[in-house]
C-alpha cells in the first residue's frame, strides 16, 4: 500500500508543499549516510582485517544502486519519514549483526561456515544504504524541475556527514563504544 508523491508534501506539479522540510531531510539523511559509512568503514578495519575496510564504500554504491533499481521497477513509493526510521532501525541493527554474528576472515580459507557470515554481516551493512537511497532518490523523482536543489543538498548533507563523523569518532573514543569485540 503506498502513497503517491503528494501525500507526503514532495514536490508537486503544483509546487512545493513543504521544500524546507524536504531538503533539511536530505541533508540529514545524506549526512547520516556518510557518517556511517566512515564508521563502518573503521568497524570493518578494527574488526575483520583491513582489506575489507574497502568493502564499506562497495556496499554504499551497491545501496545506491539497489535503490535506483527499486524506484525503476516499482511504482510503489514508501513516506520518506517510514524510510528514514527504517534508515535509523537498520543502522543499529547493522550494528548488532557486526558485532554478534561474528566473521572470522582467517578461517574463511578453511571453514565453509564463514562465508554465510561474511554475506550476513554484508547484507545487514547494504541494507540502510539503500533505505537512504530510497529517500534520495524518491526526492529527486518528485521534484524534477527542482532536483538541482535536492541534489545540492544530498551534496552539502554528505560532506556535512564526513566532516562531523571524525571529530565525534575522536570524542567517543572511536572503537571503544563502537566495537564490544575490539
Known amino acids: 500500500m503506498g502513497v ?7 514536490p508537486s506539479a503544483a509546487g512545493w508543499h513543504r521544500p524546507a522540510a524536504a531538503y533539511i531531510g536530505v541533508v540529514l539523511v545524506s549526512a547520516a549516510m556518510l557518517a556511517f559509512e566512515l564508521t563502518l568503514t573503521r568497524i570493518f578495519a578494527v574488526i575483520q582485517f583491513y582489506h575489507f575496510a574497502f568493502m564499506a564504500i562497495s556496499l554504499a554504491l551497491l545501496g545506491a544502486g539497489a535503490s535506483g533499481s527499486i524506484l525503476s521497477v516499482t511504482r510503489r513509493r514508501a513516506h520518506p519519514a517510514a ?4 534508515f535509523a532501525l537498520t543502522v543499529l541493527g ?8 561474528v566473521f572470522d576472515p582467517y578461517a574463511i580459507a578453511w571453514e565453509a561456515r ?4 561474511l554475506a550476513i554481516n554484508f547484507l545487514a551493512a547494504a541494507v540502510p544504504f539503500t533505505l537512504a537511497g530510497l529517500i534520495v ?8 524541475g527542482r532536483a538541482h536543489r535536492v541534489y545540492a543538498a544530498n551534496l552539502a548533507g554528505s560532506a556535512v556527514g564526513c566532516v562531523a563523523v571524525l571529530p565525534a569518532l575522536a ?3 572511536a572503537e571503544g563504544p563502537f566495537c564490544w569485540r575490539c
Not at 4 to 10: D, E, K, T, V
Not at 114 to 117: D, G, R, V
Request: hydrophobic share 55%; charged share 5%.
Open 83 to 86: 524510510l528514514a526510521a527504517g
Open 4 to 10: 503517491n508523491a503528494s501525500q507526503f508534501s514532495l
Open 171 to 173: 570524542a567517543l573514543g
Open 137 to 144: 532518490g524518491q526526492l529527486l523523482e518528485a521534484g524534477a
Open 94 to 101: 547493522c550494528y548488532l549483526v557486526i558485532n554478534y554474528v
Open 114 to 117: 564463514q562465508w554465510p557470515l
